[in-house]
């Protein structure tokens, strides 16, 4: 119960967004130019400071990166097992195999600092510094393989990829930023996690499934089951301690981005459906991220 209680503000703005959007009618576009400032500014922000102020020695960085290539790793290959078991067309899948394995980093920092302090949202910050640039990979290849765009284009002006590799360069060179300037990403940091996840309920949709029914299902299952269930394994065979362990499946535990629905939508995909998977992945973490994290309580 006093899982459900901490994972419950960050859901409660999920709703604050939604009620926005939905009862209160704000518009389309004031969301939209808010995501922008999140995903552009915002978050990179908070991105690059927390790996930067992240203490990064080897060990640590290899388990974890170890634990995040095998749970990307897990999820690509789990979802694009669709296209032998359901034969969906090339688009579909390529557009829904993204939501098997990318996650909300919004949601997921929140998260982490409620249920592990400043200690669970560094390990966190590194889980999602290393895990970013892998998805934005693999989720790009996709929907490049079919719409002819560039791989190397896409993440080259990707602001989470660009924004985490030079986190993770300058703490590895021991750059220490001016306190000015360290003070303005902080501030800027700080207004990242609460407009993210309002913008996240401001997206949510349910039109757009009719005819996806199993294909839908199939990455929810891999999402918020099958992952959270290889993180678990993972951290077992890693020797993972207790804090990193618990990260490591609320990481894996999260919905998808908010993210793949613009992409989806910028390389020709299905972002209807798309949306639809990301609303009701969203929805239903708020269930699921409580029951596994029970697991690892105490």
Not at 40 to 61: E, H, M, Y
Not at 228 to 243: D, G, K, S, T
Not at 256 to 285: P, Q
Request: net charge positive.
């Amino acid at each position: 119960m006093s899982v459900a209680l901490l994972v419950f503000p960050d859901f409660m703005l999920v709703a604050l967004g939604w009620a926005l959007r939905h009862k209160l009618n704000f518009s389309r576009e004031f969301f939209a130019g808010t995501e922008r400032l999140v995903y552009f500014v915002l978050f990179p922000a908070l991105l690059f400071q927390s790996i930067l102020r992240t203490p990064i020695t080897a060990g640590n960085a290899a388990m974890l990166l170890q634990a995040s290539a095998a749970l990307i790793a897990a999820g690509v290959a789990l979802s694009w097992l669709a296209g032998l078991a359901l034969r969906p067309s090339p688009v579909s899948l390529a557009s829904s195999a993204q939501c098997g394995y990318r996650f909300n980093t919004y949601i997921g920092l929140a998260l982490s600092a409620s249920l592990g302090g400043a200690q669970g949202q560094t390990i966190m910050a590194l889980i999602v510094g290393f895990a970013v640039p892998m998805a934005n990979i693999a989720a790009v290849y996709g929907l490049a393989r079919h719409s002819g765009g560039s791989l190397l284009r896409e993440l080259a002006r990707n602001p989470l990829v660009v924004s985490t590799l030079a986190g993770l360069a300058c703490n590895l060179a021991g750059v220490q930023l001016p306190g000015p300037l360290d003070t303005v990403l902080a501030r800027l940091g700080a207004a990242a996690l609460a407009l993210g996840i309002i913008c996240v309920g401001a997206s949510l949709s349910w039109e757009g499934g009719k005819g996806h029914g199993p294909l839908i299902a199939w990455m929810l299952a891999v999402k918020l089951a099958a992952l959270p269930a290889v993180a678990l394994l993972v951290a077992r065979l890693l020797a993972l301690p207790p804090l990193e362990s618990r990260m490591l499946l609320l990481f894996a535990a999260l919905p998808t981005a908010s993210a793949a629905y613009v992409l989806a939508m910028r390389m020709g995909g299905d972002g209807r459906m798309v949306a639809v998977l990301i609303s009701l992945g969203t929805l239903f973490s708020a269930l699921t991220i409580p029951l596994w994290l029970m697991l690892t309580a105490g």
